[in-house]
Nanobody
Framework: HVQLVESGGGSVQAGGSLTLSCEHS????????IGWFRQYPGKEREGVAA????????YYDDSVTGRFTISQDNAKKTTYLQMDHLRTDDTAIYYC??????????????????WGQGTQVTVS
């Protein structure tokens, strides 16, 4: 059973930076990627960034390309989302998730089976 715990959310001014962490524990058999998603009020969760755990291939949504960086520390079983040049429209609840996917579909919610509880990011 996979457990995912996000941390690092908070409030920041536009142009600032935050780093989110996703610590994962338990067996991750059956998964090959960790993704970060965000959800606006009344909207579906959308993929922001993802990383294939073996090999480190990364994927980004166009809205965050060049501003966000996903990385992993396999020894710590932690995946990070470095968010720079934050904008007010980055305000959302951010979730990490574990799933199985390759290629551009790796940002699609349907490929993910395990989810964290979410962390709020507010940019003003």
């Amino acid at each position: 059973h996979v457990q995912l715990v996000e941390s690092g959310g908070g409030s920041v001014q536009a142009g600032g930076s935050l780093t989110l962490s996703c610590e994962h524990s338990g067996s991750i058999d059956g998964t090959n990627c960790i993704g970060w998603f965000r959800q606006y009020p009344g909207k579906e969760r959308e993929g922001v960034a993802a990383i294939v755990t073996l090999g480190g291939t990364t994927y980004y949504d166009d809205s965050v390309t060049g501003r966000f960086t996903i990385s992993q520390d396999n020894a710590k079983k932690t995946t990070y989302l470095q968010m720079d040049h934050l904008r007010t429209d980055d305000t959302a609840i951010y979730y990490c998730a574990a799933g199985w996917s390759y290629g551009v579909g790796t940002l699609l919610r349907r490929h993910y089976d395990y989810w964290g509880q979410g962390t709020q990011v507010t940019v003003s």
